[in-house]
DNA sequence: AGAAAAATTGTCCAATTGGTCAAAAAATTC
DNA sequence: GAATTTTTTGACCAATTGGACAATTTTTCT
């Protein structure tokens, strides 16, 4: 019986496979795609590796579920932005949430990180489609509000990865980050969140001398 | 005869090595240390997997001399910045010369980018010795803009992670930002460098609403 | 309980990989 | 130009790795 192609998963398919997927991220975002290894995901999930084997195909397969289930997840803050809202709070907010994601996520953030850094083998699809059009629609947005007066001119694209460079790097970078500031990571991440909402704000509510 | 313990090294072995260590670039920058093997850079340098070792005791030791000889490169635009200039000329100029390194050199951005996202295995030291002291000095410097009221308050730390970030990003995600906007390099950076500009004017020469 | 299905594992294999080594080839030195 | 040193390479090896598979154990279903 092919697992992949049955519909409903019986209870232990579910639990095994969320374990394997947990393993997969721990040692995945260490270690990256081709420095992971099956025996390690084996170890960190307290299963066999053909026991493993049973649930996903091939390591390959394990890292495309994996990464799957977070693109999803990492796109979603996205459609948060609405067009109704102010737009400084909408995207105070939004650089917020981004935020929020790397302090608790750095695992995710990092894998994520891995795979476009190494040509996002698997990815590339969805960031050509799925993302830019999500992306496009809010850029939109922004646009909207520039033309309305509610904004003050600034390239939404261009806002919009700096948003991801600046919050992302506290999570992929934070090795870095910690080995500079000798701080916990409370007061890391509220200095963090305080310097980027100042930053934000400025870009955004102030015509540039 | 050790070679890593020769003082002169003759002109084949200038050569070779140079030539090696070119080719790991590309290899490591797209694998990273543990993706990339010999035979790949052998292939990328048209020698042998022997001849390679002969130069180099192992894969290992190539990563770290490719890596050494990068970190310096790295930090250098932070000595640039001129404690005697106009504070948003040097910061503008600081963020002028790092976007531009990701733009001529990615991949020593990506390969360094890998580094620290793997938990930094060879270069932690470096790290948080000589690139702590350099930013703290160049800190220092901005605090003491600050205090002669020639620059708004602003987080020091934070400034130098958010020029990294933003600049560092077009480098190391540009397969990302290349899906999403369909320009030619010269645009997109150009247009980059404009925004950037305009978001570290708006941070540092006005006061937040 | 017993049959059938699903889950688990020990053992094994072929491919890849980092690295060795002795011999050959090329360069340098005298 | 012969001797010596340096460079190059083909052949090889041991370890790691992804994965196959048959046998066993456990779970599920009737």
Redo the contacts between chains.
Sequence with gaps: MNLIEKKTLSRIQKEKRSTIKKAALEVFS??????ATLDKIAVASGLTKPNILYYYSSKDQIYFDVLSGLLDEWVAPLHNISSDGDPIDELLGYMKAKLKMSKQKPQES?LF??E?????PLT?NV??TS??QT?DEKVAVIDKWIEEKKLEY??G???F??I???T???A??D???K???NQSEEELFD??E???T??L???L??R??
């Design positions: 260490e270690y990256g795609l081709r420095g990092k990180a891995t476009i850094l190494h040509g996002a590339q960031l050509a993302l830019k992306l600034v390239n694209y261009h806002l990865f700096s991801w460079a600046m992302q790097h506290y992929d970078f090795i870095q980050v080995s500079i500031l200095d963090a305080e310097y980027l100042s930053v704000l400025r870009t509510s102030v540039a001398p």
